[in-house]
């Protein structure tokens, strides 16, 4: 895949239109949530791609033995199927490639970072009839089957753990507390393996495509409309807003990089009016910039 080109404006329109929509059902769906983030980083994914990517999905589930056993064995026939005879997995250089963060590229590729293979698994074994969901370990995301919240060292083979990006290989508890302890030097807390809420995986994606685009200030448009779909989401961090009136300043876009300081500085008052003051400042240096 070359540099992906963004969709025209209409098109863009109606993508963003159906994200707001879907997120604000009463169950979103993770994978048409995931496949319009694709679609507004890339213009030649049209709704006949998304429904392709959605039949592999199924394809994919109807290729899992049936309904294999417990959390161990579901663990297990996903890794044997996904990661083992399909490959789906990652390595470090995924992390580099915006493709990565995509679900339809994901699904082509069969590569791609560890959230986003997660969504695979998850998908495909929620389709087969697993008890699945996504875990949001602090700087690594994978899947639990069965019973949720099960601490280690008491009935954690109730909850079954597995990282898609390792190709699916199953957890015990000290390798859940090893990585937990690389990413933030502390110990493993019982409700770091609570089921992340679907539009908390979908916020979490779109922040590490900005993330992606900070590294390579040449794809500020990356970052404006990962935000732009981020502030669609029915709950959001407020700071969005300012982190969005930044990047249109820095695409010199003065006026509406202001109109949004001034709209965040409102926000932020009530609680704290110095940061709203400087929050201003800005914005009055924004305006000054179109003289």
């Not at 169950?27 to 959605?54: F, S």
């Not at 995924?94 to 590229?105: N, P, V």
């Not at 949001?136 to 898609?164: I, N, Y």
């Amino acid at each position: 895949m070359g540099r992906p080109h963004p969709p025209g404006p209409e098109r863009s329109a109606a993508w963003r239109r159906w994200f707001a929509d879907e997120a604000r059902a009463e169950r979103p769906d993770l994978a048409t949530l995931c496949l319009l983030i694709g679609a507004e980083a890339d213009g030649t994914l049209d709704e006949a791609g998304m429904d392709a990517a959605q039949i592999e999905l199924d394809r994919l589930a109807g290729e899992l033995p049936f309904r294999p056993g417990g959390p161990q064995a579901w663990a297990t026939a996903l890794a044997d199927h996904l990661g083992g005879h399909c490959g789906f997995r990652g390595t470090a250089g995924d992390y580099q490639r915006l493709e990565s963060s995509l679900l339809h590229e994901v699904l082509r590729r069969r590569r791609g970072l560890p959230i986003l293979l997660s969504v695979v698994w998850m998908e495909v074994a929620r389709r087969a009839g697993a008890h699945v969901y996504g875990v949001a370990l602090p700087g690594h995301f994978v899947v639990g089957f069965g019973r949720q919240g099960a601490s280690p060292g008491t009935d954690f083979e109730e909850q079954v753990l597995a990282d898609p990006f390792d190709g699916g290989r199953v957890l015990t508890g000290s390798d859940a507390e090893l990585l937990v302890a690389g990413a933030t030097g502390a110990p493993l807390d019982p409700s770091m393996l609570t089921p992340a809420d679907p539009l908390d995986v979908v916020l979490r994606i779109l922040n590490n495509i900005r993330a992606w685009a900070a590294a390579r200030p040449e794809r500020g448009d990356v970052a404006l409309w990962a935000v732009d779909l981020s502030l669609l989401l029915p709950s959001h961090p407020a700071r969005l807003r300012y982190d969005r009136a930044q990047l249109l300043v820095q695409h010199g876009d003065f006026l509406a990089g202001a109109t949004e300081l001034d709209a965040y500085a409102d926000i932020v008052a009530p609680v704290d009016e110095p940061a709203a003051d400087r929050v201003r400042q800005q914005a009055r240096a924004a305006r000054a910039m179109l003289n």
